[in-house]
């Protein structure tokens, strides 16, 4: 089975690990990405919401089980064709809910471009910005080198 | 059945325009968000809907670039079952009545 380990930086990754926390903790109630069927019928827009929910819940504890005793033990995290796919929806869930909750101000196009001083942000909103940032290396390291056992699962 | 029969064959008509708008093609419209990856765009096309490489590109450039992609059309179930698989990877997906273009 391939598998990736990746040795973090302890001292600049655990203090997002908060910020990451808190949007799992809103992702609990809130789809990351607004439904877009609004047609359907309440009760099977209901059941898909339910289901849609209980998978997004699954993947996110997936990725919070990252960051477990050996990551605060040397700071490394390992990812394989069991954990890839769940990690890399969990990514770009928390990366929506942080735009959400904190990214807004900073505008779509920014967030797309990526082109932010980091120096000139308040520090909630470079935490967050930061956070964005590192899952979505996560996201990038996972896609790289694993995307064949996602295609394939 | 035509719509145009539906139409004229009296009660219940309501019942019959929905059968019918759900039994014609739909498609399957993927919108554009800031956030997610363009790596992560050509990674879900592939898997959700079996694309290449240059086929799921295209349409992650064109959801990029022009806001929206049509990324398959048929019937109403199977379109609705690949916007929940599009919701489930955090994709943003509507569907569209051919009849309206």
Redesign the interface.
């Known amino acids: 089975m391939k598998r990736i380990e990746v040795k973090l930086a302890l001292p600049v990754v655990a203090p997002l690990l908060d910020v990451i926390k808190g949007m799992a903790d809103s992702l609990r109630r809130n789809?990351?990405?607004?439904?877009?069927?609004t047609?359907?019928d309440a009760e099977f827009g209901s059941a898909?919401t339910d289901e849609?929910m209980a998978?997004?819940n699954e993947d996110v504890q997936t990725l919070l089980a990252l960051f477990n005793d050996e990551f605060f033990a040397d700071g490394v995290i390992a990812f394989d064709e069991g954990n890839a796919e769940q990690i890399?929806?969990a990514t770009?869930?928390v990366?929506?809910r942080l735009?959400e909750y904190y990214l807004k101000p900073l505008g779509?196009?920014t967030?797309?471009s990526g082109n932010v001083e980091l120096e000139q942000l308040d520090e909630p909103l470079r935490k967050a910005f930061m956070c964005y940032l590192f899952l979505?290396t996560i996201?990038?390291l996972i896609?790289?080198h694993l995307?064949s056992s996602?295609?394939e699962s | 059945m035509t719509k145009a029969q539906a139409k004229t064959q009296g009660t219940p008509a309501p019942q019959a325009e929905t059968e019918l708008a759900l039994q014609g093609a739909w498609r399957v419209v993927v919108?554009n968000?800031?956030?997610?990856?363009m790596?992560?765009v050509v990674?879900v096309f592939?898997?959700v809907f079996g694309f290449d490489e240059q086929t799921a590109r295209r349409h992650m450039l064109e959801v990029h670039e022009q806001g929206r992609s049509v990324v398959w059309s048929g019937l109403r179930e199977k379109a609705?079952a690949y916007?929940?698989t599009?919701?489930?990877?955090?994709?943003?997906?509507?569907?569209e009545s051919d009849e309206a273009h």
Request: charged content about 25%; overall charge negative; glycine content about 2%.
């Open positions: 789809l990351a990405a607004p439904l877009g069927l047609d359907l898909w849609l998978a997004q890399v929806r770009a869930a990366r929506l735009r779509d196009e967030l797309e979505a996201q990038e896609i790289q995307d996602i295609l | 919108l968000d800031p956030v997610n990856l790596s992560y990674l592939k898997k609705e916007a929940f599009l919701q489930q990877w955090h994709l943003t997906a509507v569907l």
